[in-house]
């Protein structure tokens, strides 16, 4: 089971942090990604950060502006939004799987998503 948390209502230039609390299976084993979807759009993927080595891909409407982490130790993801703006108001999804499957938008497990309204 995944539950995201920290979503909200802040203003233009804001931050957030989201978390994602895993529970049911290891958190070590997985990839994990986030990804949002805004009403009428398709979902799309924001950040994703591998098992092993650690390296993170993240898409380019959030580069330098979004950081996704993990603590394995306490089975969660986070996703540090800085810079917020309106275009970036979604839900927001974590999901665990493969590196490489994430990364075309398919993941194991997901979580119920959060709401991130970023207001002009």
């Known amino acids: 089971q995944l539950v995201e948390s920290g979503g909200g209502l802040v203003q233009t230039g804001g931050s957030l942090r989201l978390a994602c609390v895993v529970s049911?299976?290891?958190?070590?084993?997985?990839?994990i990604g986030w990804f949002r979807q805004a009403p009428g759009k398709e979902r799309e993927g924001v950040a994703c950060?591998?098992?092993?080595?650690?390296?993170?891909f993240y898409d380019d409407s959030v580069k330098d502006r979004f950081t996704i982490s993990r603590d394995n130790a306490k089975n969660t993801v986070y996703l540090q939004m800085n810079s917020l703006k309106p275009e970036d108001t979604a839900t927001y999804y974590c999901?665990?799987?493969?590196?490489?499957?994430?990364?075309?938008?398919?993941?194991?497990?997901w979580g119920q998503g959060t709401q991130v309204t970023v207001s002009s």
């Open positions: 999901a665990v799987g493969i590196t490489s499957d994430l990364r075309r938008g398919v993941g194991i497990y």
């Open positions: 049911g299976f290891t958190l070590d084993d997985y990839a």
């Open positions: 950060m591998s098992t092993t080595d650690g390296n993170t």
